[in-house]
């Protein structure tokens, strides 16, 4: 069946570092790639997506490009800032084994950044 | 604005009794879906939506119930059945099936007493 792994957290690091988050997916077909953000206390929020191989999907400076032949979803930053610090969550959506569609999440990664 | 809502913020349970959790929204979004959030763990599907009158169990519905009686309502009950019910529950909604965007509630929070 369909499955996410992301890289373990906690992932500390200092204000204006650059930011690697791995991902990496198993599943059939030709999923749609997300990763979303949960900010702390509150629900989560779409930060980027990417439909079909070799798209980039990018937003508030983080970007992530699908790469089919590597079936990961990376997820990048240039320099992060302190209100980057949440739980970052690596997403795919496809048919699952029981022939219906569903949101399959990884496990999460915390970020802390540090001033 | 449009959006997902999610009340209370905080429920607490006692022993045997059963709670049920508020999820409504204003996207016009036919699929609803409630997951369930364990400390260092993903979002778990416990029952999903896709349209009105009509839900599926996900990986975990046992000890869950829920009803969509209307398009903007998808409650979710926890009964007594669920021996383990501490977690955050989230709610989410989508235009179509599973292969859309989800946009989430900002969830609700059980403890049991």
């Known amino acids: 069946g369909n499955s996410v792994t992301q890289m373990e957290g906690p992932v500390t690091l200092s204000e204006e570092a650059f930011l690697t988050i791995n991902c990496t997916y198993t599943?059939?077909?030709?999923?749609?790639l997300f990763w979303y953000v949960q900010y702390p206390g509150e629900g989560l929020q779409l930060l980027l997506k990417?439909?079909?191989?070799?798209d980039k999907g990018s937003n508030k400076g983080f970007e992530a490009t699908y790469r089919k032949e590597t079936t990961s979803f990376h997820l990048e930053k240039g320099s992060v800032q302190v209100s980057d610090s949440a739980v970052y969550f690596c997403?795919?959506?496809?048919?699952?084994?029981?022939?219906?569609?569903?949101?399959?999440f990884g496990t999460g990664t915390r970020l802390t950044i540090i001033p | 604005d449009g959006g997902i809502t999610q009340s209370p913020k905080y429920l607490f349970r006692k022993e045997g009794q059963n709670v049920t959790l508020s999820c409504e929204q204003n996207?016009?979004?036919?699929?609803m879906y409630w997951y369930r959030q364990d400390p260092g763990q993903g979002l778990r599907l416990i029952y999903y939506s896709q349209i009105v009158n009509d839900f599926q169990k996900g990986d975990i519905a046992e000890g869950y119930s829920v009803s969509r009686e209307k398009k903007e309502s998808f409650p979710l009950t926890v009964t007594s059945a669920q021996k383990n019910p501490t977690a955050f529950y989230l709610c989410?909604?989508?235009?179509?099936?599973?292969?859309?965007?989800?946009?989430f509630g900002p969830g609700t929070r059980l403890l049991v007493l």
């Open positions: 996207l016009n979004h036919d699929a």
């Open positions: 599943a059939t077909g030709y999923p749609s």
């Open positions: 997403a795919l959506s496809g048919v699952s084994n029981f022939g219906n569609e569903k949101l399959t």
């Open positions: 990417a439909t079909k191989a070799d």
């Open positions: 989410a909604s989508s235009i179509g099936s599973g292969l859309e965007t989800q946009y």
